[in-house]
């Protein structure tokens, strides 16, 4: 079975101030991690995948297999942040998307 | 807009009614799956099509629930004998290969 768990339901930070959103997984194989965003009135739209290793926005986030961790970055937060955050895991062999509950960031002026 | 579509953007029907919803991949998108988001949650797989075929249900796609893509192009989802239980956000997805790229959703209501 496969298993994304977010801890945090809302951050709320400054803008300026360093957010770390949460997320552990649970899966016996090799996994693929993504971040995806969902801003107000807007799409769930892929924000960032961990195999690709990049940026995106100013957010990291780096595949921890020993923790079994996917933890999302950012040093400094902007207003334009502000947004729901979803961890989702896809197995090795399999097509579909298992998400977290997700992440409320709320980015204060 | 080339992303994929949703229709109806939102349904409200009465307890025991059948709905269907209709859903639009990008054209050249094989691969098209349905998700299902309660309020507080995220998303959660229903299934999955290649093509025309229907490769993976969740369990969660009880007998009520009924999904087509009959040419390989749109998908449609079919709840029979509506519960409120089933009052959610019905989302599709299409991906040629990896990432999958959402549609903005079917809410659903059931009084």
């Known amino acids: 079975a496969q298993r994304v768990t977010q801890p945090e339901k809302l951050l709320s930070v400054f803008k300026g101030a360093p957010v770390e959103l949460k997320c552990n997984y649970s899966y016996s194989g090799s996994p693929e991690l993504f971040w995806y965003v969902q801003y107000s009135r807007q799409r769930l739209q892929l924000l960032l995948r961990?195999?690709s290793r990049e940026s995106i926005k100013g957010f990291t986030a780096d595949l921890n297999k020993g923790e079994t961790s996917f933890h999302l970055k950012k040093p400094f937060a902007q207003e334009e942040d502000s947004a729901m955050y979803y961890c989702a895991l896809r197995g090795a062999a399999g097509n579909k998307l298992t998400f977290g509950g997700g992440t409320r960031v709320l980015v204060k002026p | 807009d080339t992303g994929v579509s949703q229709n109806p953007r939102h349904k409200i029907t009465k307890r025991g009614q059948n709905v269907t919803f209709r859903c639009d991949p990008i054209?050249?998108?094989?691969?098209l799956y349905w998700y299902r988001q309660t309020l507080g949650q995220g998303p959660e797989f229903l299934t999955y099509?290649?093509?025309?075929?229907?490769?993976?249900k969740s369990r969660l796609l009880s007998d009520r629930f009924s999904a087509e893509r009959p040419k390989g192009s749109f998908s449609t989802l079919e709840i029979q004998r509506t519960e409120q239980g089933d009052s959610a956000m019905y989302l599709c997805?299409?991906?040629?290969?990896?990432?999958?790229?959402f549609g903005p959703g079917t809410r659903l209501t059931v009084l």
């Open positions: 961990h195999i």
């Open positions: 099509f290649q093509n025309e075929a229907q490769l993976e």
């Open positions: 054209s050249e998108h094989n691969r």
């Open positions: 997805a299409s991906s040629p290969v990896g990432e999958q790229f």
